[in-house]
């Protein structure tokens, strides 16, 4: 079917074009992302760049692949969905929250299944109910829990060259090879009680995913963001004062057992999740009172299964399950519109 | 004639109205059992023995069961076979009895066989209830061994206890889990309806441009 070309043309009443584009927002949250990125490259070496370029080409050719079909009632041409930036930062996001460690093959089928069942079977960009890359590491989680648990020390600067053995792995096969493990800091403090010293944890020379490991290049990335306006800042600053405060109530009761506050902010996945994952436009809630409901649930989720819960970490889980609430919330925190229901209703 | 139409009738079960891919019918034993290609054939054949077994009873007294109460003399009928079955698994091969567990009993509430006494083998002569019922199983096996072999493969790196890919695949957990099973069948009825719809725009094509020709 080939389009006719329209003789006349008529527009709807908002003409004023706002100069934000999704592939400006899609490049600044990239931008944003790069310094913590860095981090990660110079406290893995090698291997992260290899395991990020690895989710990253899963996301991006599942995108290429399928994306046609799924923008294909627009008449989209094959691989126009790649333009807009959103594949990349999927592939980022997501492996920006594996091990360094991590067999490539298991990056790349992560990107792949996020981009594929977490946006395109929805219907492509805009459409999906999670957000793709914390369902790409949810499968991920899933389907190799041994190899997503398995944590090297981080060797700031010495190790840019090296390479980790696991991570060159054949497709389906294991990596076979133990090399040397380390714990995280939310592992350490759930299950052996051992704090790590804030310093460690803001500077980010410690075990980890490779983007969870430096607090204040992630705020920075935030803040940048922030101040591009392509960020809600009510979610990131609901969750971590939610976390915060939660944790500064368990340490009244005993202050040796539960995690101090900015242990709490520092540590883990948190930072990441809250700035750059909670806050994708499309799976969290577009009212204002609903990011502050949004955010308040994640921090509560997180501290509850953090706490409480068998796994050390929980930030994936509680966004994953705020979102599938986003649009109950949306529903129930639409703002009034000016002149109506006043008095009544 | 009449042996074409019995023909058609055992054809239809297996792909056109499958009754897992065309009609989703008997989901529960679909995601619970299929674990293994050895678990979903076994209840694939259990199920095929209840459902032929009871669709030529209930074929053959269809007149003489009140319309009233046909429901729960289906059941009953059912529920014969299905102990039948339950015994005979037991005896013959306890160890896949003692995986399936309480799905054959389960065979039961199995909508599939349910459906097929009530839509078909209560209104047609026993020959074509009992093409209809082969066909119906036969399409179940199918769908229940295409979805263990895929969860078995990538699950275990085995099919039938037979490993493929030597001693360090790394199994994909997910896929032995309930999460696997749903992910596994969704996909597979992802590409019957591609499938499905590719046909039909084709024969219409066809038809089409037959027409313009004609």
Known sequence: MREREPKLLLFHAPLLRQATTTPKAMRDVIYALLPATGAAVWFFGLGAILVLSASILGAVAAEWLFGSRAAGAAGCLRGRSLLDGSGLLTGLLLGLTLPPGLPLWMAFLGGFVGITLGKLIWGGLGQNLFNPALLGRAFLLATFPIAMTTWVPAAAGTGLTDLYPGSLALPFMQSGIDGVTAATPLGLMKFEQEATPLAALAFGNTGGSLGETSGLLLLLGGLYLWLRRDLDWRIPVGILLTVASFSFCLGLFDAGRFPAPLFSVFSGGLLLGAIYMATDPVTSPVTPKGAWVFGVGVGLLVMLIRVFGGLPEGVMYAILLMNAATPLIDRYTQPRVFGYGVGSE | ?214
């Open chain 2, 1 to 214: 004639m009449k042996k074409n139409a019995s023909y058609e009738e055992f054809v239809k079960g297996i792909w056109r109205d499958n009754p897992v891919f065309a009609q989703v019918l008997g989901m529960c034993p679909m995601l619970a059992v299929t674990n293994s290609a050895v678990n979903a054939i076994a209840m694939g054949m259990a199920t095929m023995f209840v459902l032929v077994g009871s669709s030529f009873l209930v074929s053959t007294f269809r007149r003489v069961i009140p319309k009233q109460v046909r429901i729960s003399c289906f059941i009953i009928v059912i529920a014969t076979f299905v102990t039948i079955a339950d015994y005979t698994l037991l005896a013959l091969v306890p160890r896949v009895h003692k995986e399936l567990g309480a799905f054959i009993p389960l065979i039961v509430a199995n909508c599939l066989i349910l459906g097929r006494q009530e839509a078909f083998a209560s209104r047609y002569p026993t020959k074509l209830a009992v093409m209809d019922a082969l066909g119906m199983a036969c399409g179940f096996l199918v769908a229940l061994f295409s979805l263990g072999a895929v969860r078995e493969i990538l699950g275990d790196g085995a099919l039938f206890g037979i490993r493929l890919f030597g001693e360090s695949f790394e199994p994909w957990v997910i896929m032995i889990l309930p999460p696997g099973g749903f992910l596994t069948l969704g996909l597979i009825l992802l590409f019957f309806n591609w499938f499905t719809q590719k046909k039909n725009d084709f024969l219409a094509d066809v038809a089409g441009s037959e027409g313009r020709g004609g």
